[in-house]
């Protein structure tokens, strides 16, 4: 530091002691309040009292050792009357009757039991809190620390969020695997929100007014018990980043203004594209920056919903009818999407739809549909009574990044779909269980083969399998080691 190393000594233990890095200004700090202390004559006492109080200013954090031995937050707060020096400050009396400028505050798996009537937090004036793994059961002493931006009461027994809408600063809330059977209405009060999560909970509704939150980009509700989603879920035109995964729903609400998503999961639900049970779901074709679309295991889905942005329409089931908003702000079909699973559903044919206008897409995952599995109708698909606009079968011909192709176990495909002898990328190809009679032109010529599994239904030449034998071979770098990869048939 410049000041000798009798500062370097002071400082350096007592940063230690608190586990602080100090910023430039902060180290600056640092050294001229030594010199200032020295120049006086401070005794040594006074100076290293004066030169901890200033280091533990700049502590913005306050922690609890992660599997500590208190049983009751009386044990925490009575513990907190001093600072500690084992590098932690601890959460208590001190922090409010001193009003210290804390930040967060740190009380994770330490399995206590608490009691609101043990402590009051409602001196705290810190912007987060973490509390997972105890046991809470509600957040009735953390309601009253209004000033929290974010709060985590993950794992904590919680059967209860009555009182959240107290915290009307918070932009971010943890409190998934908990007990909790419902979101309370007052949550819609907390509109700064912009990160939810609540996977693996028991939760079978949400507010009807959830769609007021539209500050949220990124929400979990995984792994719950929701049968439906509340239609105002369309006006968070924020989201990036939504799991619905893991529950019981049949349809989605309009996603026309979720033009900001980027990962969407709605697989292991119930849902349904089928006019015949007025059940159709919304297009997805107005989030063209999706790049993760996962809708696998839903096994009533027995037809694909539109990737188009199709012109809305009051009066047909879902919503819209079969027409190509070709004047779309965000353009015309799911151009930024990389990965799409579809797998373990009943679906039943892949056909226009907007498909072959994933123009990046690198991974499409369709194995092992229910029934007689999938097929890839020929021709173009007729759009009833308007012109055939983008109306054409499976064709990857312009996928030029195509990776990961699996259409495993789908014994009605008898072909690799139009176009694959075009994507020069292509890495990693299942189609074994499926009745697909020979490979398309140039295949065994693609250099980048490494795992490639075929029916033994499927006639290959005996130089064509040297060549995918020869390109599969190749030793390749995956998770840190040099390995060979696979062709097979059967």
Same mark, same amino acid.
């Given at each position: 530091?410049?000041?000798? @190393?009798?500062?370097?000594?002071? *400082?350096?233990?007592?940063?230690?002691? *608190?586990?602080?890095?100090?910023?430039?200004?902060?180290?600056?700090?640092?050294?001229?309040?030594?010199?200032?202390?020295?120049?006086?004559?401070?005794?040594?006492?006074?100076?290293?009292?004066?030169?901890?109080?200033?280091?533990?200013?700049?502590?913005?954090?306050?922690?609890?050792?992660?599997?500590?031995?208190?049983?009751?937050?009386?044990?925490?707060?009575?513990?907190?009357?001093?600072?500690?020096?084992?590098?932690?400050?601890?959460?208590?009396?001190?922090?409010?009757?001193?009003?210290?400028?804390?930040?967060?505050?740190?009380?994770?798996?330490?399995?206590?039991?608490?009691?609101?009537?043990?402590?009051?937090?409602?001196?705290?004036?810190?912007?987060?809190?973490?509390?997972?793994?105890?046991?809470?059961?509600?957040?009735?002493?953390?309601?009253?620390?209004?000033?929290?931006?974010?709060?985590?009461?993950?794992?904590?027994?919680?059967?209860?969020?009555?009182?959240?809408?107290?915290?009307?600063?918070?932009?971010?809330?943890?409190?998934?695997?908990?007990?909790?059977?419902?979101?309370?209405?007052?949550?819609?009060?907390?509109?700064?929100?912009?990160?939810?999560?609540?996977?693996?909970?028991?939760?079978?509704?949400?507010?009807?007014?959830?769609?007021?939150?539209?500050?949220?980009?990124?929400?979990?509700?995984?792994?719950?018990?929701?049968?439906?989603?509340?239609?105002?879920?369309?006006?968070?035109?924020?989201?990036?980043?939504?799991?619905?995964?893991?529950?019981?729903?049949?349809?989605?609400?309009?996603?026309?203004?979720?033009?900001?998503?980027?990962?969407?999961?709605?697989?292991?639900?119930?849902?349904?594209?089928?006019?015949?049970?007025?059940?159709?779901?919304?297009?997805?074709? *107005?989030?063209?920056?999706?790049?993760?679309?996962?809708?696998?295991?839903?096994?009533?889905?027995?037809?694909?919903?539109?990737?188009?942005?199709?012109?809305?329409?009051?009066?047909?089931?879902?919503? *819209?009818?079969?027409?190509?908003?070709?004047?779309?702000?965000?353009? $015309?079909?799911?151009?930024?999407?990389?990965?799409?699973?579809?797998?373990?559903?009943?679906?039943?044919?892949?056909?226009?739809?907007?498909?072959?206008?994933?123009?990046?897409?690198?991974?499409?995952?369709?194995?092992?549909?229910?029934?007689?599995?999938?097929?890839?109708?020929?021709?173009?698909?007729?759009?009833?009574?308007?012109?055939?606009?983008? @109306?054409?079968?499976?064709?990857?011909?312009?996928?030029?990044?195509?990776?990961?192709?699996?259409?495993?176990?789908?014994?009605?495909?008898?072909?690799?779909?139009?176009?694959?002898?075009?994507?020069?990328?292509?890495?990693?190809?299942?189609?074994?269980?499926?009745? $697909?009679?020979?490979?398309?032109?140039?295949?065994?010529?693609?250099?980048?083969?490494?795992?490639?599994?075929?029916?033994?239904?499927?006639?290959?030449?005996?130089?064509?399998?040297? @060549?995918?034998?020869?390109?599969?071979?190749?030793?390749?770098?995956?998770?840190?080691?040099?390995?060979?990869?696979?062709?097979?048939?059967?």
């Amino acid at each position: 530091m410049g000041a000798g @190393a009798s500062l370097d000594a002071k *400082y350096d233990a007592c940063t230690s002691k *608190y586990k602080l890095e100090l910023t430039k200004d902060q180290a600056e700090e640092v050294e001229s309040k030594f010199k200032e202390l020295q120049e006086k004559g401070t005794e040594e006492a006074e100076l290293t009292e004066q030169m901890e109080a200033l280091l533990k200013s700049f502590v913005k954090t306050i922690e609890m050792p992660e599997n500590a031995t208190y049983s009751t937050i009386k044990d925490i707060t009575d513990a907190a009357k001093t600072v500690k020096v084992d590098g932690h400050l601890c959460l208590g009396s001190h922090a409010a009757n001193e009003g210290e400028d804390l930040e967060q505050g740190v009380l994770a798996q330490n399995g206590i039991q608490w009691d609101a009537g043990q402590c009051d937090l409602s001196g705290l004036v810190i912007s987060g809190l973490r509390l997972k793994c105890n046991f809470l059961g509600n957040i009735d002493i953390v309601k009253v620390v209004t000033t929290l931006v974010t709060l985590d009461v993950s794992e904590c027994e919680l059967e209860s969020l009555a009182g959240i809408g107290d915290l009307t600063s918070l932009e971010e809330l943890d409190c998934s695997e908990n007990q909790l059977t419902e979101l309370p209405d007052e949550l819609s009060k907390c509109l700064n929100l912009t990160t939810l999560s609540a996977f693996k909970n028991k939760l079978k509704k949400l507010p009807g007014d959830f769609g007021n939150l539209v500050k949220l980009e990124e929400v979990n509700f995984f792994n719950n018990k929701l049968a439906n989603v509340p239609p105002s879920m369309k006006n968070l035109a924020s989201l990036t980043d939504l799991n619905l995964g893991g529950n019981s729903l049949k349809t989605l609400p309009d996603m026309s203004q979720w033009t900001e998503m980027q990962k969407l999961s709605v697989h292991q639900n119930k849902l349904m594209n089928n006019p015949e049970f007025r059940r159709v779901l919304p297009t997805f074709g *107005y989030m063209t920056k999706l790049e993760f679309l996962k809708m696998d295991m839903n096994k009533t889905l027995t037809d694909l919903p539109s990737f188009l942005p199709l012109e809305p329409c009051e009066d047909t089931i879902g919503g *819209y009818k079969n027409v190509v908003k070709t004047d779309n702000p965000g353009g $015309v079909g799911l151009a930024a999407l990389e990965h799409f699973e579809v797998n373990g559903c009943a679906i039943e044919k892949i056909d226009g739809k907007g498909l072959h206008l994933m123009t990046a897409i690198k991974t499409f995952n369709c194995q092992n549909q229910k029934g007689t599995g999938l097929k890839y109708p020929s021709g173009h698909v007729a759009v009833e009574g308007e012109e055939e606009v983008f @109306a054409k079968p499976f064709d990857v011909s312009g996928m030029a990044a195509f990776d990961t192709f699996n259409i495993e176990g789908n014994v009605g495909v008898t072909q690799l779909p139009d176009g694959i002898n075009a994507c020069k990328q292509l890495r990693i190809c299942f189609f074994q269980g499926t009745n $697909v009679a020979s490979l398309p032109d140039g295949f065994d010529k693609f250099e980048e083969l490494e795992r490639v599994l075929a029916p033994l239904c499927c006639e290959i030449s005996d130089d064509a399998k040297a @060549a995918i034998t020869r390109s599969c071979a190749k030793e390749r770098m995956k998770n840190g080691k040099m390995m060979p990869g696979m062709f097979k048939q059967m």
